[in-house]
């Protein structure tokens, strides 16, 4: 079924009504102070989801796949420059070094030597990339002002769908509707069950941004791809299209991941170890402990008076 913009359509339509009951367990007054002081942030992430789903869905008509991936590939770095602007965090210089060998070793495990494209779909593509990055960036800063992950989904639902309703419309809702109407049955079933597996995958996609952050969640799904290379190659009986570039591609990317992991480890250590106890703190502790003890003078005979 090549219908991804009515497919992604109807994956926001169910996951607006399915988290409905419970978003509006939440008082009505409490939604409205939210959407007031967090509006721009909703509304940017809908948007922004939306364009990074439809600009890479029409980039794919006049681009290769192997191009598409090798630029998409870039995302974390792209999320991690974002990050600084939208959620004030500023990398390392190990981090930031981790994450470009990552993307490096990934685009080049990914890349299958055809690199052709139109150059509108080229930049179709760049432009939904930075459109996704930009949707995990300011959806960490949301999820790090106590916004839930069941609202942020709630309320950015309705935002995308709007959002792609024009691009459905001009490329996929004639013949959608032909092939609705001869295939209603299996067109159902599909929607019903990846709809299904789009609301969870969106749930627990938030929650690993908001325990984690924007660019650990890019991270983490680069290191998907690595694997799903690798596992391909070991139990599909694919060793045979496993090439050295590929393997070369994917020992930088693990490089880079294990150099990021090592950063975030540091990090966490750092900001848990307790702090050291100063001379110049104890020595004010300990004028202070004998200042507020009682005075007793000595008796003639040496000992302190009673």
Not at 224 to 236: F, N
Not at 271 to 296: C, I, M, Q, V, Y
């Amino acid at each position: 079924m090549a219908f991804p913009l009515a497919l992604t359509s109807a994956h926001m339509s169910f996951s607006f009504l399915v988290l409905a009951p419970f978003a509006l367990q939440i008082p009505l007054d409490t939604h409205v102070k939210t959407l007031q002081k967090q509006w721009k942030g909703v509304l940017y992430i809908g948007s922004f989801m939306a364009l990074n789903i439809a600009l890479n869905n029409i980039s794919l008509l006049d681009i290769s796949l192997s191009l598409n991936q090798v630029i998409r590939s870039s995302i974390p770095v792209i999320t991690c420059i974002l990050a600084i602007f939208v959620e004030g965090k500023m990398p390392s210089e190990k981090e930031a070094t981790s994450l470009v060998v990552l993307t490096i070793g990934v685009m080049i495990a990914v890349w299958q030597g055809t690199i052709s494209g139109k150059p509108h779909a080229i930049l179709f593509c760049i432009i939904g990339t930075v459109c996704n990055g930009a949707m995990m960036t300011f959806s960490g800063k949301l999820l790090s002002e106590k916004l839930d992950v069941v609202r942020l989904t709630f309320y950015t639902a309705p935002v995308s769908l709007l959002c792609l309703a024009p691009f459905m419309a001009w490329r996929e809702l004639a013949a959608f509707k032909i092939y609705l109407a001869d295939n209603f049955g299996n067109v159902l079933g599909i929607m019903l069950l990846s709809s299904i597996n789009a609301v969870t995958y969106n749930l627990v996609h938030s929650l690993m941004i908001k325990r984690s952050s924007a660019v650990t969640t890019t991270v983490l799904g680069e290191i998907k791809i690595v694997g799903l290379l690798i596992l391909s190659a070991l139990i599909l009986d694919e060793g045979k299209e496993f090439t050295s570039k590929m393997l070369l591609g994917c020992v930088l990317a693990m490089l880079g991941f294990i150099m990021y992991s090592q950063t975030k480890i540091e990090k966490m250590r750092a900001s848990n170890a307790p702090l050291p106890l100063s001379r110049s703190g104890s020595d004010h502790f300990d004028r202070e402990l004998a200042a507020s003890k009682p005075f007793t003078s000595p008796a003639p005979n040496g000992r302190p008076r009673e």
